[in-house]
């Protein structure tokens, strides 16, 4: 399958952003859907996921509560509505497919290119 990220962007702190993913190729329906970033200097972390079907959705404990992570299988896209940006969230954003919702980046086999997130304070 195929990932396309997109809605990064520069914005300030306080402010939110609404990423999108969108995939072609292979049924998306069939694929639990990850969001991953990636910090200078720092290892690809896990931010949020949701399972095939939407029903179960988890996030790391840095995001909870600010970020919300959904899907549209009908449109093929998968979604993170992020807001009350801080700093500390600037980073490359790429969105992963997996055929399991697991947190864990290395069982993730198909990666989006990544879209830049910049919070200014």
């Known amino acids: 399958v195929q990932l396309q990220a997109s809605g990064g962007g520069l914005v300030q702190a306080g402010d939110s952003l609404r990423l999108s993913c969108a995939a072609s190729?292979?049924?998306?329906?069939?694929?639990?859907m990850g969001w991953f970033r990636q910090a200078p200097g720092k290892e690809r972390e896990f931010v949020a996921g949701?399972?095939?079907?939407?029903?179960?959705?988890y996030y790391a404990d840095s995001v909870k509560g600010r970020f919300t992570i959904s899907r549209d299988n009908a449109k093929n896209t998968v979604f993170l509505q992020m807001n009350s940006l801080k700093p500390g969230d600037t980073a490359l954003y790429y969105c992963?497919?997996?055929?399991?919702?697991?947190?864990?980046?290395?069982?993730?086999?198909?990666w989006g290119q990544g879209t830049q997130v910049t919070v200014s304070s």
């Open positions: 190729g292979r049924t998306f329906g069939d694929y639990a």
């Open positions: 992963a497919a997996n055929s399991l919702a697991t947190p864990v980046r290395a069982t993730y086999y198909y």
């Open positions: 949701i399972n095939w079907s939407g029903s179960i959705t």
